[in-house]
């Protein structure tokens, strides 16, 4: 007779220290993608700008003389993509021509020292380009979760996990010294195809160690509020680093602290089953029932318990 996994591993209990260290270690894990997930928000935002004036203190003009009012939020505000054009280059005087920001922009420092807008002048003629690159991380995110189930289906839940981990944090590392902002979006993309495959994994890893009554409380209670935490927990960090490269090198750094949890986290004994991997799943689960002081059978798994999981390879 076929035995379903939940029933041959029922001995375990549903929410003993194994139970309870998972819960906890695998939803603290997805903080560190709730705050880079939304993380464009600041590190993109245009501050107040117009267009850059060299010659206004030589000539004593002002503002006013130089750039055209325009309509901005419902108020009169300073041209942001337009000056007025110079009669001649020693006298103030402009005539009422406009041209483009020739010299290039000024801006306000009020609220950021830097972001990618303000870095390679993402404004007027090249705005499109700031929402642009938050569209090619979801773009990221859709191909990795298309990929990321077939993949851990094919190398394991735990050695995906911490790829994935390794991926978004390694490579929002090297987005710190972005030269260009072409580089800076095809990190975008990468970032966003590692953030949703940690999660995914994380999500499906969780609920295949986790015991039947306690998968419903990991898969809201845990993952989607530590997720919104992380949410949470970003406007502080951008409050108080306003340079978008310094304010990514610290939302990348936490990163790091889960490489501890390689020690932690075991693989899924269901993938082992469906792999045939009889002994390493036994491992497993004898470990958990050390972990939280109950006695397992003295043989866990049979070879039609793997059978009843194995799949076909991709």
């Not at 590190?43 to 117009?50: G, I």
């Not at 029932?289 to 866990?300: D, F, L």
Request: glycine share 6%; hydrophobic share 45%.
């Amino acid at each position: 007779m076929m035995r379903d996994y939940d029933e041959i591993t029922s001995f375990l209990g549903e929410w003993g220290p194994f139970q309870k260290s998972i819960f906890i270690l695998l939803s603290l894990s997805i903080i560190h993608i709730g705050y880079g997930a939304m993380s464009m928000v600041f590190l993109s935002d245009t501050p107040h700008h117009h267009c850059s004036l060299p010659y206004l203190n030589s000539t004593g003009s002002n503002l006013s003389q130089a750039l055209p009012l325009e309509e901005v939020n419902g108020q009169l505000d300073y041209s942001r993509c337009t000056r007025y054009t110079r009669l001649n280059s020693t006298e103030a005087q402009f005539s009422n021509e406009t041209e483009r920001c020739l010299d290039g922009w000024d801006y306000s420092k009020e609220q950021y020292i830097s972001t990618i807008t303000t870095e390679w002048n993402l404004v007027c003629g090249d705005a499109w380009k700031v929402p642009f690159s938050q569209s090619v991380f979801f773009m990221g995110v859709l191909a990795g979760s298309f990929v990321s189930g077939h993949i851990s289906d094919r190398f394991g839940r735990k050695s995906v996990l911490f790829l994935s981990m390794a991926l978004h944090t390694i490579f929002t590392l090297i987005q710190t010294v972005s030269v260009s902002w072409e580089m800076f979006v095809i990190l975008c993309f990468i970032i966003g195809m590692g953030q949703v495959s940690q999660y995914i994994t994380a999500f499906i890893l969780g609920n295949e160690l986790l015991g039947e009554s306690s998968r419903l409380a990991f898969s809201t209670l845990g993952i989607c509020v530590f997720y919104a935490l992380g949410y949470a927990v970003l406007p502080l960090y951008a409050y108080f680093i306003r340079s978008w490269r310094m304010l990514l090198l610290v939302l990348a750094l936490p990163g790091f602290l889960h490489i501890p949890l390689w020690w932690f986290i075991p693989e899924s004994p269901r993938w082992l089953l469906a792999q045939g991997r009889l002994k390493e799943a036994e491992d497993i689960v004898r470990a958990a029932a050390k972990k939280n002081g109950v006695t397992p059978p003295s043989v866990i798994f049979r070879e039609e318990d793997s059978a009843k999981l194995m799949v076909p390879p991709l």
